[in-house]
């Protein structure tokens, strides 16, 4: 009787811990994938924020060149800076709940375009801030992407 018991409890014990390991591989793997479409997002959104400084910079002299009026330019910020204030929107959520190893370096793209205004009068001190904007915007898709190599680790590598 003692080895029957002895049985039982083996199959049902090796039962809950396969049903136990199965669901925590299979919770890691969904995590993984939502981490994936997240960090996929947050590249999207620093690209984007990056080519609308990078398409500024290359259009200033056209933009300050031209005599427009202060409709003209109300209306060309309101058609472009809402969908560059979603992406920022977007991109800092993203940052703060997925990747707050990101944060000390968009807190430092942040000020940048913060400090622009104070330029905005020197125009080669305007361009040659717009390049460092350029250049912290690329630095922190850089970091973005270093994360993609560790999601995408085989997911047995779960003790790291």
Same mark, same amino acid.
């Given at each position: 009787?003692d080895?029957?018991?002895?049985?039982?409890?083996t199959?049902?014990?090796?039962?809950?811990?396969?049903?136990?390991?199965?669901?925590?591989?299979?919770?890691?793997?969904?995590?993984?994938? =939502?981490?994936?479409?997240?960090?996929?997002? /947050?590249?999207?959104?620093i690209? !984007?924020?990056?080519?609308? #400084?990078?398409? *500024? &910079?290359?259009?200033?002299?056209?933009?300050?060149?031209?005599?427009?009026?202060?409709a003209?330019?109300?209306?060309?910020?309101?058609?472009?800076s809402?969908?560059?204030?979603?992406?920022?929107?977007?991109l800092?959520? =993203?940052?703060?709940?997925?990747?707050?190893? /990101?944060?000390?370096?968009?807190? !430092?793209s942040?000020?940048? #375009?913060?400090? *622009? &205004?104070?330029?905005?009068?020197?125009?080669?001190a305007?361009?040659?801030?717009?390049?460092?904007?350029?250049q912290?915007?690329?630095?922190l898709?850089h970091?973005?992407?270093?994360?993609?190599?560790?999601l995408?680790?085989?997911?047995?590598?779960?003790?790291?």
């Amino acid at each position: 009787m003692d080895a029957f018991v002895n049985g039982l409890l083996t199959v049902l014990t090796s039962g809950i811990v396969s049903a136990v390991a199965t669901t925590l591989l299979n919770f890691s793997q969904a995590e993984r994938q =939502l981490r994936r479409n997240k960090l996929e997002e /947050l590249c999207v959104a620093i690209q !984007k924020g990056t080519r609308f #400084v990078y398409v *500024l &910079k290359t259009n200033y002299e056209e933009i300050t060149s031209r005599n427009f009026t202060l409709a003209d330019v109300r209306q060309a910020l309101e058609k472009t800076s809402s969908g560059v204030t979603d992406d920022m929107l977007r991109l800092n959520t =993203l940052v703060s709940i997925y990747f707050p190893a /990101l944060y000390p370096e968009l807190v !430092k793209s942040a000020e940048l #375009v913060d400090e *622009l &205004k104070k330029v905005s009068g020197d125009r080669a001190a305007f361009l040659a801030h717009m390049d460092k904007i350029i250049q912290s915007r690329t630095k922190l898709l850089h970091q973005a992407t270093k994360h993609g190599a560790t999601l995408n680790e085989p997911a047995w590598k779960f003790w790291r």
